[in-house]
């Protein structure tokens, strides 16, 4: 069996770990081995750099800074787990890749697609995903779960304000239209079962 690069993105609180669990399982349930990894980490030395990006306070690094560490964290990821597992006929599953590097460092901390493209064509010859699944939905409804569930301004990220949230979103958004082929924009609202059905029918073009 051949395998897949799937990564699966969006904002803060709109259920996409739960959602890569649930994907992964029902990727199982149809025999697909699957790998489940998520970023910044998923090997050794990126969840090393995980622990300097995600604790400390707001202003620990500057945005370039920041870009730079998520693109070393991103290149030790696809050399040492993502290609390895692809080539062994697996599927990976990633929470979060790229598109996040592009959507809050690109875009809300305004240091533009290009840039980012770049440090990730000298990271990770520019490695891209067999297809990226975006999870959507409206930024107030988003941070509500968040609250609701007791989660939230745990990280770095998450203590930034609303603003930065709402340009995160916008710059997802903005990428998907750019990349049909590659992203999908599927709905985050409704129940998990609902969300997790979206996923698949998103991904029905690529299933054995
Ligand atoms: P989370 O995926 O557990 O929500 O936490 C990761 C945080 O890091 C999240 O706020 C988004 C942020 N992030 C970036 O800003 N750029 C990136 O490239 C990645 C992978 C994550």
């Known amino acids: 069996m051949a395998g897949r690069f799937i990564t699966l993105e969006g904002g803060e609180g709109v259920g996409k770990s739960t959602q890569a669990k649930a994907l992964a399982a029902a990727l199982r349930a149809r025999g697909i081995d699957v790998v489940e990894t ?3 980490g998923g090997s050794e030395g990126a969840e090393a750099i995980r622990k300097l990006l995600l604790e400390g306070g707001a ?3 500057n945005a370039r800074a920041e870009a730079l560490l998520f693109a070393a964290a991103r290149a030790d990821h696809v050399a040492k787990t993502i290609r390895p597992a692809i080539a062994n006929g697996q599927w990976v599953m990633c929470d979060r890749f790229l598109d996040s590097s592009i ?3 690109g875009g809300a901390d305004g240091l533009g697609v290009e840039a980012i493209k770049a440090l990730h064509s000298i990271g990770s010859d520019g490695f891209l995903p067999d297809r990226t699944l975006l999870l959507d939905m409206p930024v107030f409804d988003a941070s ?6 007791g989660i939230g301004q745990s990280d770095r990220f998450e203590k930034r304000e609303g603003a ?7 710059s997802f958004r903005a990428i998907a239209e750019a ?3 590659r992203i999908r924009i599927v709905s985050a609202e409704g129940t998990p079962e609902q969300v997790t059905a979206r996923l698949m029918a998103a991904l029905a073009d690529l299933l054995p």
Not at 144 to 149: L, N, V
């Open 38 to 40: 998520r970023e910044p």
């Open 103 to 105: 959507a809050y460092q």
């Open 59 to 61: 202003d620990r690094w």
């Open 179 to 181: 990349e049909p082929d």
């Open 144 to 149: 509500f779960r968040q609250s609701a569930a």
């Open 164 to 170: 930065f949230h709402d340009r995160v979103a916008a």
